[in-house]
């Protein structure tokens, strides 16, 4: 029988509506189940398992897919988080499923593409490039903190408002001096916002209208940082924040806002920077970040209604 690894992050949003029972339940008697908690059980392993249930949110399945990106695996996510935002996109639509009456062995999730990126140095991994996984946010500067920094009382309480309770404190200029090469052609300056996408999504917004879910591409978006500063500065913001996320962005631009497909992309920092990664903090040292598009070789499936 084939082994299967249920993982669940009790301090994910969401996470009293799911169970160990539940998921059993739901994925059906062709598997062999093995319960994982976390925090409280440490690190886990995917060795020796042919399938892997992951109950969590965008963070917690960023992690499970650094893991299980490389290995022919059936992988199956019970969006368990406050945003749910990889969940909830469109590329997932035909992989959603309810299988709860039939069982995982009538359902076969597909390869998805997920971001990859490599820091400097590089940083440890299981992937044999040395490369690290987000399965469809990578993003730093203005209003990217709250991602990592909600607190997680008040996100089982309060859900998303406990994410908008950040907003005015995150409503600032950021100054990150970078330079972006995207091979074809490159931007240099100050950002106030540095975004690599894979997702019609983000945040809550959903303003990518040139997402792809056949593409094994990905988008960068950066926002250049006002000139001046102070009140005028925030104003002056506001602006491209507005025409991102509320208007929406379907063709290449290239001016205060950048918005360009890329297959990989690199950025050179001149000092260490803090990015939101599915939700959690990666600290990107000083020196070139790396990024990439590449399909998963597990399988990956959605099941949204558990």
Do not use: W
Not at 10 to 39: M, Q, W
Not at 108 to 114: A, F, I, K, R
Not at 274 to 289: F, I, M, N, P, V
């Amino acid at each position: 029988m084939k082994k299967c690894l249920i993982i669940i992050n009790n301090i994910a949003g969401k996470s009293k509506r799911v169970s160990f029972e539940k998921v059993e339940k739901c994925l059906g008697p062709d598997f062999c189940y093995t319960h994982f908690s976390l925090p409280e059980d440490g690190e886990y392993t995917l060795d020796g398992f042919d399938a892997v249930a992951v109950c969590g949110g965008d963070g917690t399945l960023g992690a499970l897919l650094d893991k299980a990106c490389q290995r022919d695996i059936e992988t199956f996510y019970f969006p368990a988080g406050t945003l749910n935002d990889r969940a909830k996109s469109k590329r997932y639509e035909h992989a959603k499923s309810d299988i709860s009456a039939t069982g995982a062995g009538e359902h076969s999730g597909t390869p998805v593409v997920l971001g990859k990126f490599r820091g400097a140095p590089a940083a440890p991994s299981e992937d044999e490039s040395g490369k690290k996984v987000f399965s469809y946010v990578l993003a730093a500067g203005s209003f990217t903190p709250i991602g990592y920094e909600a607190n997680i009382g008040l996100k089982k309480k309060l859900g998303v408002l406990a994410y908008i309770l950040q907003v005015l404190k995150e409503y600032r200029v950021h100054h990150i001096p970078a330079v972006i090469d995207c091979g074809d052609k490159s931007y240099e300056g100050d950002f106030t916002l540095i975004m690599a996408l894979k997702s019609p999504r983000c945040f809550g917004f959903r303003f990518n209208r040139d997402f792809d879910p056949e593409s094994e591409s990905g988008h960068l978006v950066a926002i250049r940082s006002p000139k001046r500063g102070g009140m005028l500065g925030l104003i002056a913001m506001f602006f491209p924040f507005f025409r991102v996320f509320f208007i929406g962005l379907k063709k290449e631009r290239d001016g205060n806002v950048i918005f360009k497909r890329v297959n990989s992309c690199k950025i050179l920092h001149g000092k260490e920077t803090a990015y939101c990664r599915d939700g959690d903090r990666y600290d990107a040292q000083k020196g070139e970040l790396e990024i990439c598009f590449e399909k998963s070789k597990c399988n990956f499936t959605v099941i949204d209604k558990y």
